[in-house]
């Protein structure tokens, strides 16, 4: 709760800091009015009026933002035309630019009032200066270039001081890294700017006779170029970064699918591709919701009727991003500091399965883009959410169905078995007296049932027992079981286990199945294939796991194993072959006669990569 303060807080100083920025900055702007001793309109005016504009409007990128190349156009219209007109030029242009680019409005006036106080600062201190340094005997050019460099570091210093306490009144956080990236960016447009205002002092020392618009257009041409080439190439590599986050989002996401920790997987893959205050997940399962808070915090974490009914009632993306609007179905929710959200929907064959909601903590927070890519990440939750839940019923039914074959199983054979020997123990008590010897007989074989059942129940507990994938997972339990084969001193056959690629989450459902193969694999090879070698490989590649065990020995008919198995019902090829099937794999077997045995199960993955030793 006091953080929440502490917050709310922060973002009323920034609030008051920026207006108190603002209205200094439009004062100055409105006094140069009373000051301006006419305004000058001619074609050069005109043509440096266009270049700035067109630097303002497509600023160069530089280390996590963009900057403006303007300042070589700003001083020339400055030594050329006077403070007065470079104010309110200045201003107003900037104040265009930012309601082109449809900024909140306390951005719009406070980027102008923040340049303009900073240029007029620096043009006063560089008045005083040069007033106690200005000497006859110095020359023209030096004096120049003294002047500008004085100029030049008081605007970039004063306007960094500026714009750094805004960020760090704000209630974002402003770490060091994003400070530097910042600095570093105004370092390369200092650098560039420098170069310009050096050249504008040598050439116009030199008696070149009356500047022109040629020669204004041909000087400052190559820096409009910069602006405008840098500009359009980093919004091309922006979108590309932004396409390329959202496949590996979707990727990375697939890969979850099998595992349970997906909120943790999901707050890492949401940090690579956006920023935000709070973000937060709500699932409609069985028809409750339940929310889950992905980042950040929440007033409360629960959720009345009417909140329900309105997210039940969201059908396509929504932004509230200013007071009128407010903050949509979670107003109360939400902290305090939060001013603009984004509600995208989950939806299912339009049906509601859920709703991604993000937050930040300024009004018009979010960007077309930003809201094109929360609206991309909803619908890859979406499916996400569904294929986990269809994996789960999956995952269910089979359970189901292997409960049912236990019952049919004890049913049909053990209770049978049972009920057989019963009866005849019945009848052997009534021939008790009468007839020893057919009551002995009766007796014996009732014996005889009673103990197969019994080792039929045995196989039944020990067939209910844990797998050994869901005590050690697959990888172990594989190891395991080579390392009791290999204590045990009538075991003659040589096993050599590789595993190729990047090991990933898999389900416990598939790695029961690719056990179970295993198991049977190893089985059949020390029954029946008098082997004396036998090669295990799992490799994890790009869409799918392959699980191949090869042996050396005397192979067989695949054909007879084939009637054997129909005839002779067990966990044998069939089984396996259906086990397979249940997990969408695939089960090749490959034998002949003398030349051994390759058994390959193939189990399909989503988005899971391997490595370049994959086969």
């Given at each position: 709760m006091m953080d929440m303060i502490h917050k709310t807080t922060d973002f009323h100083i920034s609030q008051i800091y920026m207006v108190f920025i603002s209205v200094i900055g439009w004062i100055v702007v409105f006094s140069q009015f009373f000051s301006l001793e006419g305004f000058s309109f001619s074609l050069n005016l005109f043509l440096l009026v266009v270049f700035l504009g067109i630097c303002e409007y497509y600023p160069m990128p530089v280390p996590r933002g963009q900057t403006t190349l303007t300042f070589p156009i700003i001083y020339m219209i400055y030594v050329v035309f006077g403070i007065d007109q470079v104010i309110i030029l200045y201003a107003f242009i900037v104040l265009g630019v930012n309601i082109l680019h449809q900024r909140p409005s306390r951005i719009m006036f406070f980027n102008p009032a923040q340049l303009v106080i900073s240029f007029y600062l620096a043009h006063l201190i560089h008045l005083a200066v040069m007033e106690k340094i200005s000497d006859s005997l110095v020359s023209p050019l030096f004096l120049g270039m003294l002047g500008f460099i004085l100029m030049i570091s008081l605007f970039y210093f004063i306007n960094n001081i500026i714009v750094d306490i805004v960020l760090w009144l704000r209630p974002e956080n402003y770490p060091f890294r994003f400070w530097w990236g910042k600095t570093q960016g105004e370092l390369i447009s200092f650098i560039i700017a420098f170069i310009y205002g050096c050249l504008i002092h040598i050439l116009g020392s030199q008696n070149r006779g009356e500047i022109d618009s040629f020669s204004f257009f041909f000087f400052f041409s190559p820096l409009v170029g910069l602006s405008l080439l840098s500009s359009i190439i980093a919004r091309l590599k922006t979108e590309k970064s932004r396409i390329r986050a959202l496949f590996d989002f979707s990727s990375e996401l697939n890969k979850s699918i099998p595992t349970s920790d997906w909120v943790k997987i999901i707050r890492n893959l949401l940090k690579e591709v956006m920023q935000y205050e709070d973000c937060l997940l709500l699932l409609k399962e069985k028809h409750q919701w339940e929310i889950t808070v992905v980042e950040g915090?929440?007033?409360?974490?629960?959720?009345?009727?009417?909140?329900?009914?309105?997210?039940?009632?969201?059908?396509?993306?929504?932004?509230?991003?200013?007071?009128?609007?407010?903050?949509?179905?979670?107003?109360?929710?939400?902290?305090?500091?939060?001013?603009?959200?984004?509600?995208?929907?989950?939806?299912?064959?339009?049906?509601?399965?859920?709703?991604?909601?993000?937050?930040?903590?300024?009004?018009?927070?979010?960007?077309?883009?930003?809201?094109?890519?929360?609206?991309?990440?909803?619908?890859?939750?979406?499916?996400?959410?569904?294929?986990?839940?269809?994996?789960?019923?999956?995952?269910?039914?089979?359970?189901?169905?292997?409960?049912?074959?236990?019952?049919?199983?004890?049913?049909?054979?053990?209770?049978?078995?049972?009920?057989?020997?019963?009866?005849?123990?019945?009848?052997?008590?009534?021939?008790?007296?009468?007839?020893?010897?057919?009551?002995?007989?009766?007796?014996?074989?009732?014996?005889?049932?009673?103990?197969?059942?019994?080792?039929?129940?045995?196989?039944?507990?020990?067939?209910?027992?844990?797998?050994?994938?869901?005590?050690?997972?697959?990888?172990?339990?594989?190891?395991?079981?080579?390392?009791?084969?290999?204590?045990?001193?009538?075991?003659?056959?040589?096993?050599?286990?590789?595993?190729?690629?990047?090991?990933?989450?898999?389900?416990?459902?598939?790695?029961?199945?690719?056990?179970?193969?295993?198991?049977?694999?190893?089985?059949?090879?020390?029954?029946?294939?008098?082997?004396?070698?036998?090669?295990?490989?799992?490799?994890?590649?790009?869409?799918?796991?392959?699980?191949?065990?090869?042996?050396?020995?005397?192979?067989?008919s695949l054909y007879h194993a084939m009637i054997k198995a129909m005839n002779n019902p067990h966990y044998g090829i069939l089984q396996m072959n259906e086990a397979a099937e249940k997990i969408g794999a695939a089960l090749q077997i490959e034998s002949k006669t003398n030349k051994g045995t390759e058994i390959t199960l193939t189990v399909p993955k989503l988005g899971l990569e391997g490595e370049a030793n994959n086969d």
């Open positions: 915090e929440l007033n409360t974490p629960i959720l009345d009727k009417q909140m329900v009914l309105e997210l039940e009632s969201l059908k396509q993306l929504r932004v509230y991003d200013d007071k009128k609007t407010g903050k949509g179905p979670l107003l109360s929710l939400l902290r305090q500091s939060t001013r603009s959200v984004v509600y995208a929907p989950m939806l299912f064959e339009d049906q509601v399965i859920g709703c991604f909601v993000v937050t930040r903590a300024r009004t018009k927070g979010f960007t077309i883009e930003d809201t094109r890519a929360i609206a991309t990440i909803s619908n890859q939750l979406a499916g996400f959410f569904k294929t986990k839940q269809l994996v789960s019923e999956q995952e269910r039914r089979i359970i189901l169905e292997e409960r049912n074959r236990i019952a049919h199983d004890i049913h049909d054979g053990i209770a049978q078995s049972l009920a057989g020997a019963v009866m005849k123990l019945d009848t052997s008590y009534k021939k008790l007296d009468t007839n020893p010897a057919d009551a002995k007989l009766l007796i014996s074989d009732s014996t005889k049932k009673l103990r197969e059942s019994l080792k039929e129940v045995r196989d039944s507990i020990y067939a209910l027992r844990p797998y050994p994938t869901e005590q050690l997972g697959f990888h172990l339990a594989v190891e395991r079981k080579i390392a009791d084969l290999k204590k045990d001193t009538s075991f003659q056959i040589n096993i050599q286990l590789e595993e190729r690629g990047k090991r990933g989450p898999i389900s416990p459902m598939t790695e029961k199945v690719m056990f179970s193969v295993f198991q049977e694999s190893i089985q059949n090879c020390i029954k029946h294939a008098k082997a004396s070698e036998l090669q295990i490989l799992i490799s994890y590649q790009t869409d799918h796991i392959v699980l191949k065990m090869t042996d050396n020995g005397q192979g067989f």
